[in-house]
């Protein structure tokens, strides 16, 4: 359904109680959805379909829905509301006969399973992809397995059981899904939300900066975001792959300073998407995490985190280097995050290890020593199949 224009549209017969609104969305995240209904003051339900059950391939749809619970229309014309109230608000409709079949097709038992374990003992984020895994093994082509499966890498990941690696397999598991079927909208928006601006059809998430501050004029305080979205998710679509010449030089390579190898510092990278055809781009998160064993920490008072990578002759950079500008805390312990784009020659073809590293400066404990650390981070890169 396109929420705003139909939720604005049939206001008068909402109001009157001729017309009941219910939404399902196809979201990973539905918090976000949450903000989004309170901002354009939208009261009625939205029901969570994050494993797109309903097996939809594209949206927005809108049904109508009598009060038998029976389809009447599918998509109706938003600019005729003289024919749906006609044709449906004011119409009534006689029951039906014999129930009818089951429209969706049946789950393979494996794959029933692995859904039951996610939507009702979710807690137990492990046992959850487990029984997906066991659903892939054993139907290893089926497209809605495959995205689910993704979607379940990617809930741990959010959540506070999150293990290396968990974003990136949401991601292969993504693209698998869309292997089987290509015409797929809502999987190919999936990779896209994270993916490069080459790739986007338009921003993602531009709208939650509006919407908070709109709501916080109103004297509301904006529904809380589980997850916030990172800068993937901002970023607006461009035409062709731009290269910022403002950004700063990497930084001169010193193999005298002494390298973190995960000891103060664990680095994930995840790469959106992992496989691309020669001359497309793709996107890089890389995140930085203190290690609250050691109770390590930022020092805020030097110099920003700085991250470089060296690509291969032809390859482009949308950023020579990234920093991370330091908060205005004197220590902090925060997940640190750079994203950047890197675009592959239209000759390249085969696996690519981009080397790259970062330099920070972290501290051990409260009063512990702060040191001036170096960490490799490869991004890998597949082009080609």
Request: aromatic share 10%; charged share 25%; hydrophobic share 40%.
């Amino acid at each position: 359904m396109h929420v705003p224009g139909w939720h604005e549209a049939t206001k008068e017969w909402q109001d009157s109680g001729d017309l009941q609104m219910v939404g399902i969305i196809q979201e990973q995240h539905p918090d976000r959805a949450r903000l989004f209904m309170q901002w354009k003051e939208m009261g009625w339900p939205i029901l969570v379909d994050s494993l797109d059950l309903l097996e939809t391939t594209a949206v927005p749809m809108t049904l109508l829905i009598d009060e038998h619970g029976v389809i009447r229309q599918i998509q109706p014309p938003r600019d005729d509301l003289e024919a749906v109230r006609s044709g449906f608000v004011d119409a009534t409709f006689d029951a039906p006969g014999a129930a009818a079949d089951d429209a969706l097709p049946p789950m393979h038992a494996a794959a029933a399973a692995a859904v039951s374990n996610y939507l009702w003992e979710g807690d137990d984020q492990d046992a959850v992809i487990a029984a997906f895994e066991r659903a892939v093994a054993a139907d290893p082509q089926h497209g809605y397995t495959l995205f689910r499966t993704g979607v379940a890498y990617r809930a741990r990941y959010d959540s506070e059981a999150t293990r290396p690696g968990d974003f990136q397999r949401a991601v292969r598991y993504w693209e698998r899904a869309l292997s089987v079927d290509p015409n797929n909208y809502i999987w190919r928006r999936r990779i896209q939300q994270y993916g490069p601006r080459l790739e986007k059809p338009y921003s993602f998430y531009d709208w939650v900066t509006t919407a908070r501050r709109e709501l916080e004029e109103r004297g509301e305080t904006p529904a809380p975001l589980v997850v916030e979205p990172g800068g993937a998710e901002f970023a607006q679509p461009r035409d062709s792959f731009a290269v910022d010449a403002a950004s700063p030089e990497a930084p001169a390579l010193d193999d005298r300073i002494y390298r973190d190898s995960g000891e103060y510092v664990h680095v994930e990278s995840t790469v959106v998407p992992g496989s691309i055809e020669p001359g497309a781009s793709t996107r890089a998160h890389v995140s930085f995490v203190p290690n609250e064993a050691i109770k390590a920490h930022w020092n805020n008072e030097v110099d920003d985190l700085i991250f470089w990578v060296a690509v291969p002759p032809g390859w482009q950079l949308e950023h020579r280097a990234v920093t991370v500008p330091n908060p205005p805390e004197t220590v902090s312990n925060e997940t640190r995050t750079v994203e950047l784009e890197i675009k592959a020659p239209d000759s390249a073809s085969g696996r690519y290890e981009l080397p790259g590293y970062a330099l920070y400066y972290v501290c051990e404990d409260v009063n512990g020593i702060c040191l001036y650390r170096r960490q490799d981070v490869a991004l890998v890169v597949q082009v080609g199949r």
